[in-house]
């Protein structure tokens, strides 16, 4: 089964424009590295591609829940055993997606779930290429794919599609986390036929999976996504639409004390406190441990924050304070 992601006006002079060119080892990530995915609202961007863009999408603020997307050492994770050509994983809620990033290809190699003893797995037979690489402008492809997934030995389902991907414009992308330049934009097709037999009748599902990624040399995953996905099958045809905002994570416990923002007090029953030190975030983010995002606040102040905590319900929130450099988290108890 196809796993589906939901995944600078460029420096001017007088002489010339350089374009953006991203590379393997500029996508390859650092087992320990998280990044933080916030939903926000589909934004079309089909019509924004061309060359020396400004994409201004700096308004986009959170609709729905946050996902942590923890970067794992390939050979160690969970299911490892199954994705021996990995070199590359990570872990999002409950799922491990596995990939191979060479030189030529970024492809996905398989996810691993485990709920309660039961083992969900996908493996391909014929790897799925996300896209070529490197990737720069007007850069274009195309792949074939074929997976298998076993979902704990009661049933698998197969799939076959084909990827068509496009490098369609290069630019500056504005976002809530800051700006980035030399970023490129990549429109990338994805048409899959999913297989299951139910007492020798097979009932089949189609899914075509449009998106639009932003991607900077640096950053594993894109800094944004725009997706549209439409599954068919006997019961008729859904679309959905969705973004993502990534931003790379930093705990306060990993930080020198110079660079950490302070929380206080902590527990509390009202208000908290926020200070920062060599940081300075535009906005904070009180999150519960379920990935929900229960209060966002403007920073106007540059040494501190109050945040009026009263009506949370007791227990263990995440505070995450985002600025244009990274994103630091920390955590509080409510009383």
Excluded: C
């Amino acid at each position: 089964m196809k796993n589906i992601l939901l995944f600078s006006f460029l420096s001017l002079s007088a002489v010339a424009l350089a374009q953006p060119v991203i590379t393997a080892a500029d996508l390859t990530p650092t087992p320990g590295t998280n990044q933080i995915g916030d939903s926000v609202m589909f934004v079309d961007v089909s019509g924004m591609t061309g060359p020396n863009q400004t994409w201004d999408l700096s308004d986009l603020t959170p609709i729905g829940p946050s996902y942590n997307y923890s970067w794992i050492n390939p050979n160690s994770g969970p299911g490892a055993a199954n994705f021996s050509g990995a070199n590359a994983a990570m872990t999002v809620e409950i799922v491990s997606f596995y990939s191979k990033i060479s030189s030529d290809k970024y492809e996905s190699v398989g996810y691993y779930i485990n709920v309660d003893g039961t083992e969900v797995i996908e493996t391909y037979s014929n790897p799925s290429t996300r896209f070529g690489l490197p990737l720069s402008y007007n850069a274009s492809g195309n792949d074939t794919y074929a997976s298998t997934t076993s979902f704990g030995g009661l049933f698998d389902i197969t799939s076959s599609g084909s990827t068509n991907w496009n490098v369609v414009g290069y630019g500056t992308l504005n976002l809530p986390t800051g700006s980035f330049n030399n970023v490129l934009l990549v429109h990338v097709v994805d048409s899959s036929e999913d297989t299951q037999s139910f007492g020798g009748i097979e009932i089949s599902t189609n899914i075509t999976d449009d998106v639009y990624l932003f991607y900077k040399a640096g950053y594993p995953l894109p800094l944004a996504v725009f997706e549209t996905i439409t599954i068919t099958d006997i019961t008729g045809s859904e679309t959905t639409q969705g973004g993502l905002v990534f931003s790379i994570t930093v705990d306060v416990d990993d930080l020198s004390n110079t660079n950490k923002i302070s929380i206080y007090p902590n527990p509390t029953s009202d208000v908290l406190t926020v200070s920062f030190n060599n940081m300075q975030p535009y906005r904070l983010d009180v999150v519960s441990l379920t990935g929900e995002v229960v209060k966002t606040i403007r920073v106007n102040n540059l040494q501190n924050e109050l945040i009026d905590v009263s009506d949370l319900s007791e227990g263990m929130y995440i505070i995450r304070a985002v600025g244009e450099k990274g994103t630091i988290v920390d955590r509080f108890m409510k009383l």
